[in-house]
């Protein structure tokens, strides 16, 4: 449990985790008397009845994540108020009508995931409109943000508004909707990407092909092979469902796939491993790094040189991981492990 009592002088907390606890009391001071944390993980988060009694001062929290954990904000007086902006995992019993919660931007409760958006103010300092920003990786208000941007940029309206020939980003792309490509719903009806990968190695095998899939959601833990349980098909009788291991009847060039999915706050590390005799060689290796949203899901395809006995298989190096978000039943799938022979 962290404490911080007495004058705060506009201390700023960034990129902190306080996975104790968070304890705020005491008088602060008149001149810079808000305290700030962006972008924190706090878990429980105590205000005491005697915070920012006499001098005033507000505790600030932006984009912090609080797991869900109470927020026990006792503070006596309507100055001293604890501001959430657009924060993360907020326990749903939060109180937003009493003085001593003010709720800005998207604040997320945890429970029933719903969202209090009071539009118009983003604070990095309270009772402020008009900003400047202190340093130019920051933005204050939204007054300052309208400000500047003025007209240069026109307001998406509808889902009709923006029409690209081409849409090229560098990172992630959520979308909280379904994903239409030429009238198909990737969601819905196309399970993933790598259908579409099993099925032009299928069409293109040249006679060598298998896919292996699961049905169970079950959580596979470092240190096994990725459990593919079921066959689809199978040209050589060569893939081994007790093992998920593939073993390579005729030499030549493979391409192969595989898909997986993230267990909640998990960072898995999964390589393809071709064995040939008792040397193994990754193939390719997919982690979600950062990302460890649960049930995201990561697909890799690679092309490999093998020869007539070598064993190829997929394989948890590290963390955890499932093969479907959860257990369904044949026909569906959602991921699978694949390859097909394209070339001598």
């Not at 941007?149 to 508004?161: A, F, K, L, V």
């Not at 096994?224 to 060039?253: F, K, M, R, W």
Request: glycine share 8%; aromatic share 10%.
């Amino acid at each position: 449990m962290v404490t911080i009592s007495g004058g705060n002088k506009g201390h700023i907390f960034k990129n902190c985790s306080f996975d104790g606890g968070l304890t705020l009391s005491g008088d602060t001071n008149q001149d810079n008397n808000n305290i700030q944390f962006i972008d924190c993980i706090i878990r429980t988060l105590n205000v005491t009845s005697d915070f920012g009694t006499i001098g005033g001062g507000n505790a600030l929290f932006r984009r912090c994540d609080f797991k869900g954990q109470p927020i026990n904000a006792l503070q006596t007086q309507s100055f001293g108020i604890v501001i959430l902006d657009t924060c993360f995992r907020v326990p749903d019993d939060l109180k937003t009508n009493t003085f001593n919660y003010q709720v800005q931007g998207s604040t997320t409760l945890d429970t029933i995931q719903n969202s209090i958006n009071l539009a118009g103010n983003y604070y990095i300092d309270y009772r402020s409109t008009d900003l400047t920003p202190l340093v130019d990786r920051e933005l204050t208000t939204k007054y300052y943000v309208d400000e500047q941007i003025g007209t240069r940029q026109p307001t998406i309206d509808t889902d009709t508004d923006l029409t690209s020939n081409t849409l090229t980003t560098t990172g992630n792309v959520d979308v909280g909707g379904s994903l239409m490509v030429e009238d198909v719903n990737v969601k819905d009806t196309l399970t993933s990407v790598q259908t579409q990968v099993d099925a032009l190695i299928n069409f293109t095998g040249g006679g060598v092909n298998f896919r292996a899939y699961s049905l169970s959601s079950s959580t596979i833990n470092a240190g096994n092979n990725l459990a593919y349980n079921n066959e689809d098909y199978d040209t050589e009788n060569s893939y081994d469902t007790g093992t998920a291991v593939y073993t390579i009847v005729i030499s030549g060039t493979y391409v192969f796939s595989l898909g997986w999915y993230v267990v909640d706050e998990q960072t898995a590390v999964i390589n393809l491993i071709r064995k040939r005799g008792a040397t193994e060689t990754i193939l390719q290796q997919s982690t979600n790094g950062t990302n460890t949203e649960n049930n995201s899901g990561f697909f890799i395809t690679t092309i490999a040189e093998c020869e007539t006995d070598d064993e190829v298989y997929a394989y948890v190096d590290s963390g955890s991981c499932r093969l479907v978000p959860f257990d369904i039943s044949d026909p569906d799938t959602y991921t699978s492990f694949s390859g097909s022979r394209i070339s001598n």
